[in-house]
Every structure is written in C-alpha cells, then in structure tokens.
C-alpha cells in the first residue's frame, strides 16, 4: 500500500512519550489541546485533511467554552493564518487560469491529493452563481489515496452537479493521472511539507510532464514558527520540511519549470510554475 507521507505519529501513546522524555511538564498542555478541534486532530492524525480544512474553514470547534476559545487561538496564530493564505491564493490563481485561457478545448484542473477540494468546490459554486462563460468549460478533477474521502466527495458533488471526477490514486503513480490527458492546471498543497527534497523533486516532474503546454503548477512551501513547531514535534509528532523561496525555484527549475513565479504571505510561500 502506497506511504501516507503525512502520518508521521510513531508513539502509540503521546502521554507515555513525554513521560519517557522526561517532558512531564508538557502533559497538561497536552491535555488542554485536546479539547481544541484542530489541535485534537492534529495530534490524532498529523497533517490529515481534517486539519488543513479546518484551518480553511477557520471556524472554531471544541470541547465546552475552553475548547473553541483555545481553537481560535491556534487558528490566528502565524502558522495558521499562513497556511490558511495557500487555499485562497490557490482560488485566486484559478481565476487568473480562467482570465487568461487561450484555448477553446475544456479546461482541466487537477488537485493532488485534493484533500476536502474546498477551493475548487468554491470556485465552482462560484461561477456557477455567476452563469460564468466559462463554468460548462471546466473539468475538475482530484486524486487522493483514501477512498472513503474520494466517496464523499463523490457523494457532494452528485448535490452539486458539478463537472467534478475523483478517483483514488497515488500522486507519485504516473497512471493515476491517465484519466484525463493532460491538465491546464494540477493544484498541490500540503503535500510536498512532508515530502523529502528528492522525493519532492520527482512529485514536481510528475506535475510538469502531465500538464498541457502552458500549464500551470501551484504548490506551496512553507518556512517554521517557532512556537508552533514546538507544539506539532513533541506533542502531536507532526514533522514537515521546511524550504524557502530559492530553494522551492531551484526544485521547479530542476524539474523542468523554466517560467517560475513566486510570493510570500507571511511564513508561506506559493511557488507557480509554467510549463514551456
């Protein structure tokens, strides 16, 4: 079975690390993050989709009054209002994909791992509001290895109506992406954090060899908070990779990206990529 890159919890039972670790003092902490929703879930699943969703969303949950005051907390920490700025970015350079399509053939969009697809759910639902020319012309797509999200997202978009296909698959299996030819756009985030810098350097050759001439590659990166990282090492044992500006252009250049753009928001990084 395919690697879930984000599941990096080792310890069957985090209370029991930090007692073996001498780090006693931090199980109180322990205990009161349990009652926020994100930290609960981080700590339950590392980076899982529920989690960056929930940053998305950015609506508190929790156990009792304590719980959503302490999720509010953590979802206006720098961390979070970062990572929080990829999904509205990605939304954004979609509807710069659409403003600036030449063609006249159906526009793909792929996301992998599309996760929950919030921004390409919006955007949807957005042109569709909006009878846009261009809503009939789009086909989203979105590939993730968990199939009981794939079926939920099939589930939602039958509401929808959506011209939306997903299928389970693994992003680094260049046959996962055979079910349409090539793409105008393939959408990444939170994916490549966990990934190593070689395997992150195949995943961006496989994005550049399965888009159209002058497709687009948006991913992102992401530089630490301390205080944050401090709390995702020891108590939910989420461990990401850290790359900066250059470093995330040099691996596109490497992969076959000549047009390379890239921003900042705050601690996050959005790297676009064009394919010659």
């Known amino acids: 079975m395919p690697k879930c890159y984000n599941k990096t919890r ?3 039972s ?3 690390k930090l007692l073996r670790e001498g780090k006693s003092y931090l199980l109180p902490i322990y205990y009161l993050l349990l009652t926020s929703e994100l930290a609960r879930e981080g700590i339950k699943n590392s980076g899982s989709y529920q989690f960056a969703d929930h940053i998305y969303a950015n609506k508190p949950k929790g156990k009792f009054v304590i719980g959503k005051i302490l999720d509010s907390i953590l979802l206006n920490l720098k961390s979070s209002r970062s990572l929080r700025s990829r999904y509205i970015h990605a939304k954004e350079e979609i509807y710069n994909l659409i403003d600036n399509v030449r063609h006249k053939e159906p526009i793909d ?4 791992p599309c996760g929950l697809g919030r921004e390409i759910f919006e ?3 957005e042109l569709q509001i909006a009878s846009h020319p261009f809503y009939k012309r789009i086909r989203w797509h979105g590939i993730d290895l968990d199939r009981e999200l794939i079926e939920v997202l099939g589930k939602k978009n039958d509401h929808h109506k959506h011209q939306m296909f997903f299928w ?5 299996n260049e046959e996962s992406y055979r079910k349409n030819k090539k793409y105008d756009m393939i959408i990444c985030t939170g994916f490549t954090e966990f990934l190593s810098d070689e395997d992150t350097l195949h995943f961006y050759k496989i994005a550049h060899n399965n888009l159209k001439e002058g497709g687009i590659f948006f991913t992102s990166g992401m530089m630490p908070h301390k205080f944050s990282e401090y709390l995702m090492k020891n108590i939910a044992e989420l ?3 850290y790359r900066s500006e250059d470093f995330l252009k040099i691996l596109a250049n490497q992969a076959g990206f000549n047009t390379i753009h890239a921003y900042q928001n705050e601690l996050q990084t959005i790297l676009i990529g064009v394919k010659d």
């Open 123 to 125: 955007v949807a639902h």
């Open 109 to 112: 969009i792929l996301a992998v």
């Open 14 to 16: 985090i209370p029991r």
């Open 10 to 12: 080792q310890s069957s």
């Open 168 to 172: 389970q698959g693994d992003a680094f």
């Open 239 to 241: 461990y990401t990779h």
